[in-house]
């Protein structure tokens, strides 16, 4: 069956840096487009960035750039996120998903598939 299996959360301190995985299997990972999202309690899950099949298109949220950075792997059905510079803002579950028909996945109603889950805390 469809699985994305988020790891990489922690508690750290505001400055440090968190590199988020997220494995998938179940489905061909190389031609869905695949995004991070993120969700505060009480808040609406925002997007934070997506990068395209084969990687020739990355955009991060105006709220993260120059600090975020994503990546796939295809040979290892893989998606990364990399965080430098954290802030207590960035607290959040953080929630990756795999989109098929849209070339960048920003937007949840694109959404196929999601994963369940990891939780970032920064403190300050």
């Known amino acids: 069956q469809v699985q994305l299996v988020e790891s990489g959360g922690g508690v750290v301190e505001h400055g440090d840096s968190l590199t988020l995985s997220c494995a998938a299997s179940g489905f061909a990972f190389h031609v869905y487009s695949m995004g991070w999202f993120r969700q505060v309690p009480g808040k609406q899950r925002e997007f934070v960035a997506t990068i395209s099949r084969n990687g020739s298109t990355k955009i991060v949220a105006d709220s993260v750039k120059g600090r975020f950075t994503v990546s796939r792997d295809n040979t290892k059905d893989e998606l990364y996120l990399q965080m430098n510079s954290l802030t207590p803002d960035d607290t959040a579950v953080y929630y990756c998903?795999?989109?098929?028909?849209?070339?960048?996945?920003?937007?949840?109603?694109?959404?196929?598939?999601w994963g369940q889950g990891t939780q970032v805390t920064v403190s300050s």
């Open positions: 998903a795999a989109a098929l028909h849209v070339w960048t996945t920003k937007v949840e109603s694109d959404v196929d598939y």
